[in-house]
């Protein structure tokens, strides 16, 4: 899997407010360089608000992504907030709310990609070391390296 993890699109310490202000963030960037549509910002939260991406695991997490027809070339950003965002939960109710320190948004012109890579992720972020490496790191390389290893991905 050639899925690019670049700590040009790794953002530590990002001020944000909201879960939209993420997806401009991230999506801002992955746009400025041409790896996704003029539209992809727009579908993340289309897509978001129908299907939630937030996960209750310790600490808050989330993995944006939407359709690939939004998406020119494979990348996966990743945020560490300075402060949790509201996300509404994967698979629950309107209710249902996540507080979010850490996003993945994955940006895949594969369709076929997205399952397998969501299943990585899920599975990396259930190992506490993981996160905790993730989230204590100061320096972007270390993030893409560590977040690339742990989900099998060519670095």
Do not use: C, N, W
């Not at 310490?13 to 992955?30: C, H, I, K």
């Not at 209710?95 to 399952?115: K, N, R």
């Not at 969501?118 to 972020?125: A, D, H």
């Amino acid at each position: 899997m050639s899925i690019l993890i670049d700590p040009k699109y790794v953002f530590t310490g990002l001020e944000a407010e909201t879960r939209q202000d993420v997806f401009t963030a991230l999506g801002g960037a992955l746009l400025a360089d041409g790896r996704v549509e003029d539209d992809y910002v727009a579908a993340l939260a289309e897509r978001e608000s129908g299907y939630p991406t937030g996960l209750p695991v310790p600490g808050g997490v989330a993995i944006p992504h939407t359709d690939a027809s939004h998406v020119r070339r494979d990348t996966i950003a990743i945020a560490i907030l300075t402060r949790p965002v509201v996300f509404h939960e994967m698979g629950g109710g309107p209710e249902d709310l996540v507080d979010v320190s850490t996003v993945f948004m994955l940006a895949l012109a594969s369709a076929g990609e997205h399952l397998k890579v969501l299943q990585k992720i899920v599975k990396s972020i259930q190992e506490p070391e993981f996160l905790e490496t993730i989230r204590s790191a100061t320096d972007p390389r270390v993030i893409a390296d560590t977040a690339s290893r742990a989900f099998g991905l060519d670095a």
